[in-house]
């Protein structure tokens, strides 16, 4: 089992900037891949961005060059960075890691303002 604690969601104005952190715990692998997603009222839940325990990354469309993902392998944690927030990136987030499972958090909700 892996448990992923995720924290830094709220409430910004547009072209703002939040970022948000997710924990994980447990069952780590060496080779894994952490990722964001987000759910917006009404819609399905959609990819924002990836990485691979070895730094390779992935975004949608929609959030290339206003997001940036990373991680600290150390502290097994993944970081979303998020620029120039709109009021469509207004969804709750979902940390996910892909180990020998998929695991989910429990989601943080970020808000853009218009």
């Known amino acids: 089992q ?3 604690v995720e924290s830094g969601g709220g409430l910004v104005q ?3 900037s939040l970022r948000l952190s997710c924990a994980a715990s447990g069952s780590i692998v060496s080779r894994d891949v952490m990722g964001w997603y987000r759910q917006g009222l009404g819609n399905e839940r959609e990819l924002v961005a990836t990485i691979t325990s070895v730094g390779s990354t992935y975004y949608a469309d929609s959030v290339k060059g206003r997001f940036t993902i990373s991680r600290d ?3 097994n944690t993944v970081y979303l960075q998020m620029n120039s927030l709109k009021p469509e990136d207004t969804a709750v987030y979902y940390c996910k890691y892909t180990g020998f499972g998929n695991y989910w958090g429990q989601g943080t909700q970020v808000t853009v303002s218009s």
């Open 2 to 4: 892996v448990q992923l």
């Open 14 to 16: 547009t072209g703002g």
């Open 73 to 75: 392998n150390a502290k």
